[in-house]
């Protein structure tokens, strides 16, 4: 059965190494990219599929919008849901705050996902960590 909490406490290292895991080792972003001492300033959501932690992502409030960042799950989990469920999670939380569209830089092997779940991208694709993205947004 496949949860999705806020994390907090332990949980947070539990997101930290799941991001690890999908960011460091599998996408081979650098380091010093991953970490980039903005967590404080976030809520982050963990998902798990029974007691398995399977994915992760953080909402930072910018500009007066929610920014969701550090989408990640675990390569074997990501047909469980685990990612719409804690994107379904941050646009809740967004709402909660009041605020008006949730913004993301999308992996261009993402969009599709994002897409499925009512997101538009605008302009042109950019490089992050070496990876190729667009910016999405979806109005709450």
Not at 3 to 25: H, K, P, S, W, Y
Not at 111 to 128: H, M
Request: glycine share 10%; net charge negative.
């Amino acid at each position: 059965m496949l949860t999705v909490r806020e994390a907090t406490g332990d949980d947070l290292e539990l997101c930290f190494a799941l991001r690890r895991t999908v960011f460091i080792d599998e996408q081979e972003v650098p380091e010093d990219e991953e970490w980039d001492g903005l967590d404080d300033a976030c809520v982050h959501f963990l998902a798990c599929w029974g007691d398995r932690p399977v994915g992760t992502a953080r909402l930072r409030v910018v500009d007066g919008k929610a920014k969701a960042e550090r989408v990640a799950v675990l390569a074997d989990a990501r047909k469980l849901g685990a990612g719409r469920a804690v994107m379904e999670a941050l646009q809740a939380e967004a709402r909660r705050q009041g605020l008006p569209r949730v913004v993301l830089a999308a992996q261009l092997t993402a969009l599709p996902f994002y897409e499925r779940l009512g997101y538009a991208a605008w302009g042109g694709v950019f490089d992050d960590a070496g990876i190729p993205h667009r910016w999405m947004g979806l109005d709450l």
